[in-house]
């Protein structure tokens, strides 16, 4: 499917909410997904939708989502300005963690909205985003930092407001990380260090994976 021929991202997301193998659409209330492209070129992205979102439709409309909010308010953004989404874009059952099955089948997907969307930044939120986009990385040693990315998009790792939500103490560091966002945007998005990870046992075929996981 050439990107090209969709004039919308809601489109988009009807066609791949079609043809697509993730067997959570089969429980799941409906696809989760936002229709707006973003006037600021930052693309937020999490792991897989919550309950409310599942009823919704919509991504990050429950309490994460407050949480998203307000953090993008201290640096003068609010959520008309970005782009959210997930790896996922069916709720998994009772909240689980996305299967590697799950995220696999919903690839092409998100592959195909960033492509339409040509993002300034893309900012994973947690582990099962950060690992999407960089190899080996770990949210608790990569959190607040910029790597590249063979698209030339950087990558913004994030924890996931969710886990300042469970974790109370991790809220402050969720702030900072937001302002150290917004002087990197600020900056003009420049990498001064190139931040590179790498995972002590690499599994080829996944590491092939990774390579062709945007091909911008």
Excluded at 66 to 84: N, P
Excluded at 195 to 213: G, R
């Amino acid at each position: 499917m050439v990107i090209s021929q969709f004039d919308t991202l809601k489109k988009l997301h009807e066609y791949y909410s079609v043809n697509n193998g993730c067997g959570l659409k089969k429980i799941a209330t409906q696809p989760v997904y936002e229709i707006h492209t973003p006037s600021s070129g930052i693309v937020f992205i999490g792991e897989a939708p919550g309950k409310n979102e599942d009823l919704e439709g919509e991504p990050f409309v429950g309490s994460a989502g407050q949480l998203l909010d307000e953090m993008l308010k201290d640096i003068e953004f609010t959520r008309k300005d970005v782009y959210v989404s997930n790896v996922v874009k069916y709720r998994p059952p009772n909240n689980r963690e996305p299967s590697d099955d799950e995220k696999k089948s919903c690839r092409v997907w998100l592959n195909a909205e960033l492509l339409f969307i040509k993002p300034k930044v893309i900012v994973p939120l947690g582990r099962h985003a950060l690992e999407r986009f960089v190899q080996g990385a770990k949210i608790s040693t990569c959190h607040g930092l910029a790597f590249s990315h063979p698209s030339n998009i950087p990558i913004f790792a994030m924890y996931h407001p969710a886990a300042a939500l469970y974790n109370p103490s991790l809220k402050s560091v969720l702030k900072d990380d937001f302002i150290k966002l917004k002087k990197f945007l600020d900056s003009g998005c420049k990498i001064y260090k190139v931040e590179v990870i790498k995972s002590k046992n690499t599994d080829p075929a996944k590491e092939k994976a990774v390579k062709d996981i945007l091909n911008l």
